[in-house]
């Protein structure tokens, strides 16, 4: 196997475990928050910076992974 | 630290990213500097839009199902699609909307570190005026 059908099994995969793990993430962080307001109202507004800013970062690890695929794609057939 | 913190991040990033938009386009190169602003504006939409998100329809009691599908609608595909888009037409080097949408981490980072620093931040997280007990 050379390296740029290595690398057109790989990315995809790559991108979809990305995914995968992003939307796992984001599940639990977003469950995990909404049992803390339920459980804590009064800490409401906290608890939502917190969750806003970790789904943030989530979504950006998913688009750094689709970034990579882009900067990446473009060697598959170039060698 | 309320939900006012998202409001400064953004603005603050809107900011920091058009100062390096003006001087990297006067002293580097501007189509790079763009990507940088460009990928920073792209940012501070997406945070913007999960802010209104749970802010108004996760959490409030009110919801409005015809707005939060428009929001739905705006923040997953026509936000993404737009992102897609420009890294696919490729009108900036990739990795210069990488810079730029890391920016708003950059100044979360700064900013909440700035709080825990100063004497209110410290107060805040119960790191000064502990008692030692015994």
Redesign the interface.
């Known amino acids: 196997m050379d390296f740029s059908t290595a690398l057109s099994f790989s990315l995809p995969i790559g991108l979809a475990l990305a995914a995968i793990g992003s939307g796992l993430g984001l599940g639990r962080a977003?469950g995990s928050a909404?049992e803390a307001?339920g459980r804590q109202p009064e800490a409401?507004?906290?608890i939502?910076?917190g969750?806003?800013?970790g789904?943030?970062?989530i979504?950006?690890l998913t688009?750094?992974s689709?970034?990579g695929f882009?900067?990446l794609s473009g060697k598959i057939g170039a060698h | 630290?309320?939900?006012d913190?998202?409001n400064r991040v953004i603005k603050t990033t809107l900011l920091f990213g058009a100062i390096v938009f003006l001087f990297g386009s006067y002293y580097f190169d501007w189509i790079y500097s763009l990507g940088i602003f460009t990928g920073a504006l792209w940012?501070c939409a997406?945070?913007w839009f999960?802010?209104q998100f749970?802010?108004n329809y996760?959490?409030a009691g009110n919801r409005d199902a015809g707005r939060l599908a428009l929001f739905a609608l705006i923040k997953f595909p026509v936000l993404y699609g737009l992102?897609?888009l420009t890294?696919?037409l490729g009108w900036f080097p990739?990795?210069s909307?990488?810079i730029g949408?890391?920016l708003?981490?950059l100044v979360?980072v700064l900013k909440a570190l700035g709080l825990l620093l100063t004497e209110g931040g410290l107060k805040n997280f119960n790191l000064i005026g502990k008692r030692v007990e015994g």
């Open positions: 977003v909404m307001m409401a507004g906290k939502q910076v969750m806003i800013i789904a943030a970062l979504e950006a688009i750094y689709l970034v882009f900067i | 630290m309320g939900l913190f998202i940012g997406n945070l999960i802010r749970v802010v996760i959490t992102g897609f890294l696919w990739v990795v909307f990488v949408f890391s708003i981490f979360v």
